[in-house]
């Protein structure tokens, strides 16, 4: 990256370019580089032990490009290696480092979306078993009550371009329909996986009257541009150049037909081999 200094951006695959979009809006002065982990998405059903590896092999790569800060656009990540990587990994071998994720700006915002104190979290499997929205709400807000939803299928669907297909109805009923039997009184949803805004106009045709639906872009986006006005330690270290660059360690051909779906324009990416 001749020397330049980027906010790296990581997911497992496409889902984390919905937050992207919205940080290069918010904030295109700066350099970014994405980077997708493609060849071993989906993460949801990956043991802890896996997705921390995945993980920080992916940070450590971004780092090795000159990320001083990294933003990890997925939810999975963010449950299950955020906090490993940064209590056990930052301060010992990277002390100039930030890792930042997508849970703890949605969990400080919630409550204000919240009439009868009832949300609704819908992820993957391995966000909800890993209880991380519960525990980060629960810091801010101890007063809401929570109820969760898996989602297996819509991720899928999204990645195979089926999602606004009819047949991608039936799914998304039957996941919301799971949650508000649950819990008839939520009036506020949290779509805790970045992939998910593409199903918003199906999901809003779903929902009963008066049930806000809350996606992470915009939140992530502003999160992040509080976080470097409060911290220009790192931001003066991000060269302002306007430029990005995409990286997949899938097939490059493959994550740019996609990638548009989620990104909302063209992409061109790199293939790179994450493991020496």
Known sequence: MENKQSIGIFDSGYGGLTVFKSIARKLPQYNYIYLGDNARTPYGDHSFETIYQYTLE????????????VILA??????????????????FKYPDRRVLGV???????????????RIGIMGTRGTVNSESYLMEINKFFPEITISQQSCPMWVPLIENDEHLNPGADYFVAKYVNQLM???????CIVLACTHYPLLVPKIKKILPDGVELLAQD????????????????IASRIDKGNATSFFTSGDAAAFDAHASIF??????????????
């Open 58 to 69: 992916c940070v450590e790569w971004l780092f090795a490009q000159g990320c001083p800060l």
């Open 74 to 91: 997925c939810n999975t990540a963010s449950a299950k290696a955020l906090r490993s990587i940064q209590q056990n990994i930052l301060p």
């Open 218 to 233: 915009d939140i992530v986006a502003n999160s992040l541009s509080l976080y470097l006005e409060n911290h220009p330690e």
């Open 103 to 117: 849970i703890r700006p949605t969990a400080e915002i919630v409550g204000g979306f919240t009439k009868t104190k």
């Open 181 to 187: 039997q649950k819990d008839d009184q939520i009036d």
């Open 263 to 276: 990104f909302g324009a063209a992409v061109v990416s790199n293939h790179v081999n994450l493991k020496p």
